[in-house]
């Protein structure tokens, strides 16, 4: 008995100083990656003011000179984009039937950046890059159990073959991307730890691309959740875990404009004032392990607004779009995303029947119709309204891809 229990006092210890030391590390890893952060300081005078011009006057920056202001950039003029057509899927199980159409991400890329080279792959095209270029990688690569994991898995080879930058679907181009080229690469910081990687960019060949290549064989092992097992195997935490690696390996060559290191993208740049991209809320690789989750920790303040004299709370409203109300509430299906991003006119009976139809959240009901009675079209309530909702809807864009939609 004195034996067991010595031996489980041993064991409570050891964990205890495991969870310290990964504690730690997480956070030395957090304060470097905050030093890494690209500020207005990596940018010529002349940029800036611009910038901060656009935002207090309306200027627009797609006129600036970026020849006059930007030296040769390191990373090329690429944008990724990544179609899989089995990925996406209603909540019935059976399978959606969109088309890279349903995203303005492409086109308005395009129009920020026109001399851009914009790159869509499919699944095709994807097996043969691999089977081609990386055939010591396919017996990986057809295993993952997860259709979204190719889709990461290819994030990162594309990056590392070719260069240039990565953008999930459901983000979209606000600005010239130019600024951002001068980086041998960079990752988005991610809330509230790490890094993500719906949104990369790197220079052909960069050696964290071949870190983050390389290390995807041995990831790739099956977790008790699907979330679990994307989150790590491919998703935002692998590629956090590489870049903390590089951080021990290389320590001051993460920063700065050598050739192996890399920047972050801070949340400033990816905020209403400064953001170089409008983003909806994604995750099409959140399942009902994540739903699950969502739910119970939101359903005590759903309820509260269903005890609250069936009045809409302007408050928190004004606080979220509907995009990101429809998120948060898990009896609202994802078809009823599309209205934001499709500049959907709330003043159509039809289509308002159509939405309520696919709407769960009696709130939302109440919202949407508000908007109908004064006329408002969604676009306008969002601009006017929800000032960190990332503009209106026409701004944002890219969104609405990953979910379900009506015509």
């Known amino acids: 008995m004195r034996t067991r229990t010595a031996l489980a006092k041993v064991c409570l210890l050891a964990s205890l100083l495991v969870a310290t030391y990964h504690i730690r590390c997480q956070y030395i890893f957090q304060r470097a990656l905050s ?42 003029r690429i944008i990724h984009f ?89 983000i979209a181009c606000r600005r010239p991307l130019d600024p951002l080229l001068q980086f041998p690469a960079w990752f988005p910081e991610a809330s509230p730890l790490g890094v993500n990687n719906d949104l990369m960019a790197s220079m052909p060949r960069h050696p964290i691309l071949l870190d983050m290549t390389s290390a995807l064989a041995w990831r790739n092992q099956n977790l008790l959740f699907p979330y679990l097992t994307i989150f790590w195997s491919t998703g935002p935490q692998f590629a956090s875990d590489v870049l903390k690696a590089w951080r021990w390996k290389y320590g001051a060559r993460m920063g700065g404009h050598d050739t192996a290191s890399f920047r972050v993208l801070p949340q400033m740049f990816y905020s209403e004032d400064y953001t170089f991209f409008g983003h909806s809320p994604g995750g099409t690789w959140h399942g009902g392990d994540v739903a699950a989750v969502l739910w119970l920790v939101d359903r005590p303040d759903y309820e509260r607004h269903e005890a609250s004299e069936n009045k809409v709370d302007y408050e928190s409203a004004n606080k979220k779009s509907i995009a990101g109300l429809t998120l948060h509430r898990l009896p609202m299906f994802e078809s009823v995303m599309y209205a934001c991003w499709t500049n959907l006119m709330l003043d159509d009976p039809n289509q ?8 769960r959240d009696n709130e939302l009901q109440r919202l949407l119709r508000l908007l109908v009675e004064v006329h408002l079209d969604i676009d306008d309530y969002l601009e006017e309204s929800v000032p960190d909702s990332l503009g209106a809807c026409s701004n944002c864009a890219g969104g609405g891809y990953a979910y379900g939609y009506v015509d």
């Open 352 to 359: 308002m029947d159509e939405l309520l139809h696919y709407s």
């Open 35 to 76: 030093n890494l952060y690209i500020t207005f300081d990596d940018f010529p005078q002349s940029y800036t003011t611009a910038l901060n011009a656009s935002r207090t006057e309306g200027d627009a920056l797609i006129d600036l000179d970026y020849n006059a202001s930007f030296a040769s950039p390191r990373i090329p």
């Open 82 to 170: 990544i179609y899989f057509a089995n990925l996406y899927h209603l909540h019935d199980g059976s399978p959606t039937l969109p088309t890279t159409s349903r995203s303005h991400a492409p086109e308005l890329c395009r129009k920020f950046n026109p001399t851009y080279t914009i790159r869509i792959w499919n699944e095709t095209e994807a097996q043969s890059f691999i089977e081609e270029e990386y055939a010591w990688f396919l017996p990986t690569y057809s295993a993952y159990k997860h259709p979204i994991q190719r889709v990461d898995a290819l994030k990162y080879f594309a990056l590392y073959h070719f260069g240039g930058v990565y953008m999930d679907l459901d």
